[in-house]
């Protein structure tokens, strides 16, 4: 089984944009919102505009794709307590179920951050999976599918080696690119970003799926009883 997992984190209006793409080259992909500044834009102290998708739009940007949380707040998993996280879950639950109409078990930690402690509380939260951002540059099965460390970013030069490595798998094998969609802006990024997705919609023997899907898939593999018995006919 060869998966490729496509996760977009922030849930900006750009989205649109990437979310239309997607859906031209027939890949599935999960976008990672943080429902507390639904509608909402602003500027970073780097200078960069952001505006967030709106709860109005947020069924029609995402049509098809799956919604996960990023946290309510985009507040760092690992630096709240354990109640303080699960109320930054619930905000993201009940807002993607009620704009999105969709039930969340899949997560996008903030800032990538996450530890055994998060993972856990995500674990009692139903949550069948959730994505780090520090990239494993590997296409094996993650170990942990509450700490799943992405391949790589999508814009990364290794994607494309990555990309031969899950074709050429022989066992089962996952690529797992992620990016924000604000960054796939500018002419540079917009044509390599176009580039890998049609590489991506035309690899041999691979199936894109949501980080969900992914993770149902990975753990049904899993569970898949090996014989060891003897047969005496
Ligand atoms: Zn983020």
């Given at each position: 089984?060869?998966l490729?997992?496509?996760?977009?984190?922030?849930?900006?209006?750009?989205?649109?944009?990437?979310?239309?793409?997607?859906?031209?080259?027939?890949?599935?992909?999960?976008?990672?919102?943080?429902?507390?500044?639904?509608?909402?834009?602003?500027?970073?102290?780097?200078?960069?505009?952001?505006?967030?998708?709106?709860?109005?739009?947020?069924?029609?940007?995402?049509?098809?794709?799956?919604?996960?949380?990023?946290?309510?707040?985009?507040?760092?998993?690992?630096?709240?307590?354990?109640?303080?996280?699960?109320?930054?879950?619930?905000?993201d639950?009940?807002?993607?179920?009620?704009?999105?109409?969709?039930?969340?078990?899949?997560?996008?930690?903030?800032?990538?951050?996450?530890?055994a402690?998060?993972?856990?509380?995500l674990?009692?939260?139903?949550?069948?999976?959730?994505?780090?951002?520090?990239?494993?540059?590997?296409?094996?099965?993650?170990?942990?599918?509450?700490?799943?460390?992405?391949?790589?970013?999508?814009?990364?030069?290794?994607?494309?080696?990555?990309?031969?490595?899950?074709?050429?798998?022989?066992?089962?094998?996952?690529?797992?690119?992620?990016a924000?969609?604000?960054?796939?802006?500018?002419?540079?990024?917009?044509?390599?970003?176009?580039?890998?997705?049609?590489?991506?919609?035309?690899?041999?023997?691979?199936?894109?799926?949501?980080?969900?899907?992914?993770?149902?898939?990975?753990?049904?593999?899993?569970?898949?009883?090996?014989?060891?018995?003897?047969?005496?006919?």
């Amino acid at each position: 089984m060869k998966l490729i997992a496509l996760s977009f984190d922030d849930g900006e209006t750009a989205d649109r944009f990437w979310a239309e793409r997607l859906r031209f080259y027939g890949l599935h992909a999960s976008f990672a919102l943080c429902c507390g500044f639904l509608g909402q834009s602003g500027v970073l102290a780097d200078g960069r505009r952001w505006q967030k998708t709106s709860a109005e739009e947020m069924r029609a940007t995402y049509r098809g794709f799956e919604l996960c949380s990023h946290g309510f707040y985009h507040r760092d998993f690992t630096a709240l307590t354990a109640r303080g996280l699960r109320r930054e879950l619930r905000g993201d639950v009940r807002a993607i179920a009620r704009y999105g109409g969709q039930k969340v078990r899949t997560a996008v930690y903030p800032g990538g951050r996450s530890d055994a402690r998060a993972a856990a509380v995500l674990r009692a939260c139903g949550f069948v999976c959730a994505r780090t951002a520090e990239p494993s540059y590997s296409v094996a099965p993650p170990a942990d599918l509450l700490r799943f460390a992405p391949s790589c970013h999508l814009l990364d030069p290794a994607a494309p080696r990555l990309l031969a490595a899950l074709e050429g798998a022989e066992g089962d094998a996952v690529l797992s690119l992620y990016a924000h969609s604000y960054e796939l802006a500018g002419e540079g990024a917009r044509a390599a970003a176009e580039a890998l997705l049609a590489a991506l919609a035309r690899a041999r023997g691979a199936r894109s799926v949501s980080l969900g899907e992914a993770a149902r898939l990975l753990r049904a593999a899993k569970d898949v009883p090996r014989g060891d018995g003897q047969y005496d006919g």
